[in-house]
C-alpha cells in the first residue's frame, strides 16, 4: 500500500527525518544499518587467500534435481534478480541520473523509463563521488515525483559521511566494511561508480579479479549489483573488457547527436549485452528528464528510431538534402532514405522535401 502523503510532503519529511538522525520505517523492520568508517589502506588491491575457501563439487544427476530458486525480475525485463549488471557513459551524460531512478523504482516496486519492478526489494547504494547535498536534492526530486513511496530499506554510503574515506571494493577490508552493512533484505547493490570504490588499474584484466569474486558473491548470496562505470574516449567501457564476461547486461548511455545542453538531462539507452533478452525488449530508448511548472520531474522517453525519424523530417523540412542529413546525424544515407519514403507515406513530407521525386 503507498502512502497517501503528498509527494513533496514526504520529501520534505525524508529530509527532515535524515537531518534530525531518524529513518523512515523500514518493511517489516525497524533497526538501524550502521555505517562503517573503513581505514586507510594501500593504494593496490589485496589478493584472496584462496586456499582457505572450501569448494562444493556436485554430481550431474543431483545438479538436474536440484531446487534453486526461480529467476525473477528486480526491474523488468533487464535487471534479473541474482544479476551482474552494468551501466557505462563518458562523463556528465546521466549515469548517476539512471542509476538513482533504477534504484528507486527497486525499492518501492514502481517504474523507470518504462521498466517495472514487481515489488519493493531493498537496495544499498553505494556513492563514490556526489556531494552529499546533491545526492540529497536529487533523491528529494525523485521522491516528490514518484507514485510509491520506498516500502522497502533504500539506504545510502556517501563518502561526506564516511570521515576515514569509503570501503573499497577490490580489498578485503573494504569489503568486509560492506558485509558488515548487509542484511538479508538487501537485494540490490548498486555500485556507483568503479573507479571511485576501487583502486585498481583499469586496463589490468587480473586487478579486476578480486572485485568480481566479490561480485560473484553477492549473486551467490541472492543478491543483484549494477556497476556504474565511465566509457573510453571511443565510447566503449572504460579498461579492460573482462568486466563484461559475467555481466548478465550492459548498457551505454549516450548523447544524441543534436543534443543542446539547454536540454538538461538527456540521453539514448544502448543494449551491448542482454542475456536472454530478445526483440522490442532490447529497442534503443531516448530519455528526457522534463520539469514540470510545480518543480515535479517526468521521464520522457521515445525508442531511437522514433527520434531518429523525427530528426530527419525536421531537417528535410528545412531544405537539407538526404546526403546532408546523412552528414548531419552522422547516419547512413540510406537509412535517411528510408525514413524519407516513411515520411511521404504518412504525410509529414512531400516528395520534394523528402527528395525522393523520381528523376525524369
Not at 523488468?76 to 549488471?85: K, T, Y
Not at 541520473?97 to 517495472?116: I, K, T
Request: overall charge negative; aromatic content about 6%.
Amino acid at each position: 500500500m503507498g502512502s497517501e502523503k503528498n509527494p513533496l510532503d514526504l520529501a520534505a519529511e525524508y529530509i527532515a527525518n535524515a537531518r534530525a538522525g531518524r529513518r523512515p520505517p523500514r518493511h517489516g523492520d525497524d533497526h538501524v544499518v550502521r555505517m562503517p568508517t573503513a581505514g586507510r589502506e594501500a593504494p593496490q588491491p589485496e589478493q584472496e587467500d584462496e586456499r582457505q575457501r572450501p569448494v562444493k563439487l556436485i554430481g550431474l544427476s543431483d545438479f538436474l534435481a536440484q531446487k534453486f530458486p526461480p529467476r525473477d525480475n528486480l526491474l523488468a525485463p533487464w535487471l534479473p534478480s541474482q544479476g551482474l549488471c552494468m551501466v557505462f557513459a563518458q562523463r556528465g551524460i546521466g549515469k548517476t541520473h539512471f542509476a538513482l531512478g533504477v534504484a528507486y523504482a527497486v525499492a518501492s516496486g514502481g517504474a523507470f523509463l518504462g521498466w517495472e519492478a514487481p515489488e519493493p526489494k531493498g537496495v544499498l547504494y553505494l556513492d563514490g563521488e556526489m556531494p552529499a547535498g546533491a545526492m540529497q536534492e536529487r533523491l528529494a526530486a525523485i521522491v516528490a515525483s514518484a507514485e510509491h513511496e520506498a516500502a522497502a530499506p533504500f539506504d545510502i554510503l556517501t563518502p561526506d559521511l564516511q570521515p576515514e574515506g569509503m570501503p573499497r571494493l577490490d580489498s578485503a577490508q573494504g569489503q568486509d566494511a560492506i558485509e558488515s552493512i548487509l542484511t538479508p533484505e538487501h537485494k540490490l547493490i548498486v555500485v556507483d561508480n568503479i573507479s571511485t570504490l576501487t583502486a585498481t588499474r583499469e586496463n589490468e584484466a587480473d586487478g579486476w579479479s578480486t572485485t568480481q569474486a566479490w561480485a560473484l558473491r553477492q549473486r551467490s548470496a541472492g543478491r543483484s549489483v549494477l556497476f556504474i562505470h565511465h566509457a573510453g574516449k571511443g565510447g566503449a567501457q572504460r579498461g579492460t573488457s573482462r568486466r563484461e564476461d559475467v555481466l548478465d547486461t550492459s548498457i551505454r548511455l549516450s548523447r544524441p547527436q543534436d543534443y543542446d545542453p539547454r536540454q538538461g538531462a538527456c540521453f539514448e539507452i544502448h543494449f551491448e549485452k542482454a542475456r536472454g533478452i530478445l526483440g522490442e525488449d532490447v529497442a534503443s530508448l531516448e530519455a528526457t528528464l522534463a520539469a514540470g511548472p510545480d518543480g515535479s520531474q517526468t521521464w520522457v522517453t521515445r525508442t531511437v528510431e522514433e527520434s531518429t525519424f523525427d530528426r530527419v523530417v525536421d531537417l528535410l523540412r528545412e531544405g537539407l538534402s538526404q546526403k546532408e542529413v546523412a552528414l548531419e546525424l552522422e547516419i547512413n544515407k540510406s537509412n535517411v532514405n528510408r525514413h524519407a519514403k516513411r515520411a511521404v507515406a504518412g504525410g509529414y513530407l512531400t516528395d520534394e522535401q523528402a527528395g525522393t521525386r523520381s528523376k525524369k
